[in-house]
Each structure stands twice: as structure tokens, then as C-alpha cells.
């Protein structure tokens, strides 16, 4: 068994889930997730969607993941709100409009800003990625209605992932775990990657509000010491509001983007 001792300072609307609800935690399957169309008057054109947590036509935080079929390319378009990309499965560009082609793989990582101009494709047979917001309702508006609002574009790709573990930095004693900050302060929200080796059998213990995705890779998993497991696999989700334990043995290995207020532990 690994014992994992690793402090982290982390921080669609359409069809529903059927979630493994309480008012302490939540749990997705895969097999769980129903989805809708991002775009209901683009007919079979649309990419499908489905909301994690939140309600992306309101103004809330949300979390959905959206479907794009292979070849997929959307006009020059522009959003009312910064988003954050989680590309879980296939080959994804996101970019300006005259940008030549940059596929991100599975486990890449990109933000862009509400008001700037660009492209949205797909060129995988499965083209899977989780979106989130901070704020909503989430629009897509014209290009002519651009605007800067002070923020940049990020866009990185798996293979520039940058890795912290117990070789890495001597404050991390993480074992065989590893974690790649991505945006957000310590003291407030943040987002980082997660990678549990195969074979991990522990946890991840948060203090409070934490929301995780798995990316890649396959598990079980179980709140706190309830026995019915589920199995994971990407595009599967768990939350929790709470103080607890998110249990999870690993059958290889696993990379998950977790959005986190304040502290959460891996052991």
C-alpha cells in the first residue's frame, strides 16, 4: 500500500446527470453522464455537453464537460466570460483565428480570456474536455463583439506539463505522487493536475470545498468509509463540501484535474 503523505495548497445547461448526491459530497460516473447539446440551434452541428456541477445559464461557478466530433471547427467567435480548458480525451486547438494548428493531447491545459477573438477545434476520433468558469451565464457572442479585458491566452500542452515531486522540491513529500500547479492563489481558489501512480491505494482528504475530474486512467473510488465503490474512469467526477475522505485505488495510472478552496492532502 502506498502511504502518500502530501499537502497541496490548491484551491450545461442540457441534459442532467444522475449523480450519487448528498449534501456533504458528490459522485459521476462515467456510465452516469447524459448529455445534451451545447448548442440546441446548431442541430447535429452542435458539440454535446453536460454540467458537472453548477448551471452554466446562470450566473454561477460551473463545471461541464463538452463532445466535439472529429473535425469539428467553430467560426471566429468570443465569450462573455473566462474559461479554463481540461482536454481528457482527443486532439483539441484553441487559438486565434489566423493561428496555425497547435493539437493538444489528452492532460493539456488552456484558459482563455472572456472578449478575445478565436477558434475552437477538434481533430481526434473522441474529442472530450472539461470546461470551467468562475462565473456565468456562459455565451458564445460574435467576433465583432470583441473586447480586452487585461487577461492573456495560456494554452499547454501535456508534454510541457511541468511536474513537482519529492525530487523536485524538499517541502513536497509526496512518495510517488506528483502535482502540477496550474492557475490560482494558495490562499484562495486553485486548479492543479494530479497524478496518482498505478497501484495507489489511498486518499485524498479535503478540508473543505473540493471538485476533482479525472483525466486519465482508470480507479475505484468511495467517500469516507462508505463501501459502495465506484469505478472511475476519465470524464467520472466527486466533490466534496466537507472535511473527509475521497478513497482511491488507482488500476494504473491516474491523472486528475482537482479544483480546490484551501488545503487537501494525498496519503
Known amino acids: 500500500m502506498n502511504k502518500l503523505k502530501l499537502t497541496v495548497i490548491a484551491g450545461l445547461f442540457g441534459a442532467m446527470t444522475l449523480p450519487v448526491m448528498a449534501d456533504d459530497h458528490s459522485v459521476i460516473s ?28 446562470k450566473d454561477m461557478a460551473t463545471g461541464m464537460l463538452v463532445k466535439f466530433q472529429k473535425g469539428f471547427s467553430s467560426p471566429p467567435h468570443i465569450h462573455n466570460i473566462t474559461y479554463r480548458g481540461i482536454v481528457i480525451e482527443g486532439l483539441m486547438h484553441n ?70 515531486n519529492a525530487n523536485d522540491a524538499n517541502w513536497l513529500d509526496a512518495g510517488n505522487a506528483e502535482i502540477s500547479y496550474l492557475w490560482g492563489k494558495p490562499e484562495a481558489a486553485n486548479g492543479s493536475f494530479v497524478k496518482l501512480p498505478a497501484g495507489f491505494k489511498g486518499s485524498i482528504e479535503s478540508q473543505k470545498d473540493l471538485k476533482a ?53 494525498i496519503k
Open 213 to 265: 475530474v479525472v483525466v486519465k486512467g482508470n480507479a475505484t473510488y468511495h467517500w469516507n468509509d462508505q463501501k459502495n465503490e465506484k469505478n472511475f474512469s476519465p470524464s467520472s467526477f466527486f466533490s466534496s463540501e466537507i472535511k473527509g475522505k475521497h478513497v482511491i485505488e488507482a488500476k494504473n495510472e491516474v491523472v486528475l484535474y482537482v479544483k480546490s478552496v484551501g488545503a487537501f492532502n
Open 30 to 57: 462515467t456510465e452516469n453522464i447524459n448529455w445534451g447539446m451545447l448548442n440546441p440551434a446548431r442541430g447535429d452541428a452542435s458539440p454535446k455537453a453536460a454540467d458537472l456541477w453548477g448551471d452554466r445559464t
Open 95 to 164: 487559438d486565434d483565428p489566423s493561428a496555425a494548428k497547435m493539437w493538444l493531447p489528452s492532460g493539456s491545459f488552456w484558459i482563455q480570456p472572456a472578449g478575445e477573438s478565436h477558434i475552437t477545434a477538434a481533430n481526434g476520433e473522441e474529442n472530450l474536455i472539461y470546461l470551467e468558469i468562475d462565473s456565468g451565464p456562459y455565451l458564445v457572442e460574435p467576433e465583432d463583439q470583441a473586447f480586452d479585458n487585461g487577461e492573456r491566452p495560456i494554452n499547454v500542452s501535456e508534454n510541457n506539463i511541468f511536474w513537482l
